[in-house]
T-cell receptor
Framework: GAGVSQSPSNKVTEKGKDVELRCDPI?????LYWYRQSLGQGLEFLIY????????KSGLPSDRFSAERTGGSVSTLTIQRTQQEDSAVYLC???????????FGPGTRLTVT | AQRVTQPEKLLSVFKGAPVELKCNYS??????LFWYVQYSRQRLQLLLR??SRESIKGFTADLNKGETSFHLKKPFAQEEDSAMYYC??????????FGAGTILRVKS
């Protein structure tokens, strides 16, 4: 079956613009995670969902970041008023119920100019 | 506070040499730890889990609670082992936190 998919694969935006990043998890995976990958910072946890609810939003860097998940499936990560420091690869992952064996998507490379 | 520490950003070894990628963790409960790997132009993927005590692609990792370590080892490195390796810890619930990663370069 298909793995985790993310769109767009690349996004270049001007500082101050809003962006939306999309994640389609593997069917049947109830948990969905967002991470940010940048040089020297490793994988930074942003948020995770169990079903449609987000038990832990502690990783979101600022109130410019938000995420939602609908129908227990697709998730959207929104960054408002983008800043240059938001430039990174945003990774989505999903897992089966009761496990933390994560299946990762290919990522969205965001560049803020 | 740093929960997972990978002290080496880059580890360079010759083919056939032993490899040890270091990981230390900070966690008050009973830890659940993983190693993930990202090969060039591929997705991040699970390599191994401490609870299964398995050997994958010749790699093993032993949890040492006394030293709070979960180092990844392989007796003889191969060129195809070159990749970015991340150590990860399950925090409360199902939150998985990662270290900063170590780039392994195996030279011929």
């Amino acid at each position: 079956g298909a793995g985790v998919s993310q769109s767009p694969s690349n996004k270049v935006t001007e500082k101050g613009k809003d962006v939306e990043l999309r994640c389609d998890p593997i069917s049947g995976h109830t948990a969905l995670y967002w991470y940010r990958q940048s040089l020297g910072q490793g994988l930074e946890f942003l948020i995770y969902f169990q079903g449609n609810s987000a038990p832990d939003k502690s990783g979101l860097p600022s109130d410019r970041f938000s995420a939602e998940r609908t129908g227990g499936s697709v998730s959207t990560l929104t960054i408002q008023r983008t800043q240059q420091e938001d430039s990174a690869v945003y990774l989505c992952a999903s897992s089966l119920p009761g496990t933390v064996w994560l299946y990762f998507g290919p990522g969205t490379r965001l560049t803020v100019t | 506070a740093q929960r997972v520490t990978q002290p080496e950003k880059l580890l360079s070894v010759f083919k056939g040499a032993p490899v040890e990628l270091k990981c230390n963790y900070s966690y008050s409960g009973s830890p659940e730890l993983f190693w993930y790997v990202q090969y060039s132009r591929q997705r991040l993927q699970l390599l191994l889990r401490h609870i299964s005590r398995e050997s994958i692609k010749g790699f093993t990792a032993d949890l040492n609670k006394g030293e709070t370590s979960f180092h990844l080892k392989k007796p003889f490195a191969q060129e195809e082992d070159s990749a970015m390796y991340y150590c990860a810890l399950v925090e409360y619930g199902n939150k998985l936190v990662f270290g900063a990663g170590t780039i392994l370069r195996v030279k011929s």
